[in-house]
């Protein structure tokens, strides 16, 4: 890890200590199943956050953006915490609406800013590692009520029961599993923790990453022909109770902090060398996100607002790597993110809200032609053929929608 001391800078930020003290409540309720003594404290830190959101809001100042959107990310952390899936849901699909707003209307442009600050970077990764962990825990649990006989439906379900249940499980079932979650807890401060003066978010190494989705990958192949009666058994034992779940989300945090760079030097470098899955953090995470929701099934849809503003972030990062000429380049796991996205926004514009993914659409139709023409490939099975170098099932229920997809996209 990088020589930064996280809980130290963190004293230099009220507001960052206190997202500090909220997370670790909820480590303590994931290790412990609750509060305990703990929770008028949680509780207080809670309405304090909230306040803050609100008065910010009402401020108007767009300086406030990357600040509001941390608070509403730390705050849907510690409604998860409590169980309250949907008003954590709720609240970051708040937040699109408020950039929106914010900026009078408009659409996000369709490539990004590339003076993007370090702050407003941060503020991506952290909303990021929050919509990848609310769909992560919102499937388990969902899953485990449904197996356990609970409910068809988590919403039927109190805060408190789903905290039970969560405990339960991990400790029962899946005490690696929890390690692995605990251990990436433990390191969330770097997402909101003040920086070193001069210090850099390099791009992210996803090697780590894409080990594990191709043994999560190899996995659920296997269990399709071997002893589970229902795919959906394949998916939640391979994906939940073998822990690939939570070191995907060790790797995230850790593929993050090894990207910090101070004074020219990070943690990364020598892995950066070797491994060719480099990139910008979100884009490589949202990218995982949608092949674990949309081609291995193993997590569930979120809100499209939700979805709408990790689709615009993961559109500026695949444009940053597409106009990123100052290394060798893997056209393969661009090709593989571009179709994920692809993928990711045709899925949502089959709802009748779609207003502003055309664009999105659009500009990855586009890419995805011209990565299919530097590769040299036209066909679905071609692509099919790239694609397994990257990460990709064997058998997969929706490839015919893929293969149309494909093609009116690239012939």
Not at 130 to 153: M, T, V
Not at 252 to 258: E, P, R
């Amino acid at each position: 890890m990088p020589g930064i001391d996280c809980l130290a800078r963190l004293v230099d930020d009220p507001v960052a200590l206190r997202s500090a003290i909220l997370l670790a409540g909820m480590h303590f309720s994931f290790q412990f199943g609750g509060l305990a003594s703990f929770e008028p404290t949680f509780l207080f830190h809670k309405v304090e956050i909230i306040n803050l959101i609100n008065q910010w809001i009402a401020s108007r100042d767009r300086r406030l953006e990357s600040a509001i959107i941390r608070q509403i990310a730390t705050l849907a952390f510690t409604e998860i915490c409590h169980g309250e899936l949907v008003a954590a849901e709720t609240h970051m699909s708040g937040i699109m609406a408020m950039v929106e707003t914010s900026h009078d209307g408009q659409k996000h442009p369709s490539i990004p800013n590339c003076g993007r600050s370090i702050d407003q970077e941060l503020t991506n990764r952290y909303f990021v590692l929050s919509y990848g962990f609310l769909c992560g825990l919102k499937s388990l649990l969902s899953g485990i009520s449904q197996a356990g006989g609970y409910a068809d439906n988590i919403k039927l379900l109190s805060g408190k029961k789903l905290v039970e249940l969560s405990h339960q499980w991990h400790t029962s079932e899946a005490l690696q599993s929890l390690a692995f979650k605990l251990k990436a807890l433990r390191l969330c401060p770097f997402f909101f923790s003040p920086l070193p003066p001069g210090a850099q978010l390099k791009s992210a190494d996803g090697n780590f990453i894409m080990k594990i989705l191709r043994e999560l990958t190899l996995g659920i192949d296997q269990a399709f022909v071997g002893r589970f009666a229902e795919p959906s058994d394949a998916r939640f034992d391979s994906f939940w109770r073998q822990g690939p779940a939570s070191r995907l989300l060790e790797e995230f945090v850790i593929a993050h902090v090894q990207s910090i760079s101070v004074n020219g030097n990070n943690a990364g470098d020598s892995q950066a060398q070797q491994s060719s899955f480099t990139g910008p953090w979100c884009g490589i995470v949202i990218a995982s996100v949608f092949y674990m929701e949309h081609i291995l099934g193993v997590l569930g849809a979120v809100d499209k607002s939700i979805h709408k503003y990790a689709i615009t972030l993961f559109q500026q990062d695949v444009a940053m790597s597409l106009a990123d000429e100052s290394g060798p380049r893997n056209n393969e796991f661009l090709l593989w993110q571009l179709l994920l996205g692809l993928i990711s926004s045709r899925v949502y514009q089959r709802d009748k809200d779609t207003r502003g993914l055309s664009s999105i659409t659009r500009f990855l139709q586009k890419a995805l032609r011209q990565q299919a023409q530097t590769l040299g490939v036209a066909s679905w099975s071609e692509a099919k053929a790239m694609l397994l170098k990257v990460v990709w099932p064997v058998r997969c229920a929706e490839d015919g929608f893929m293969r149309d997809l494909w093609n009116d996209a690239v012939l």
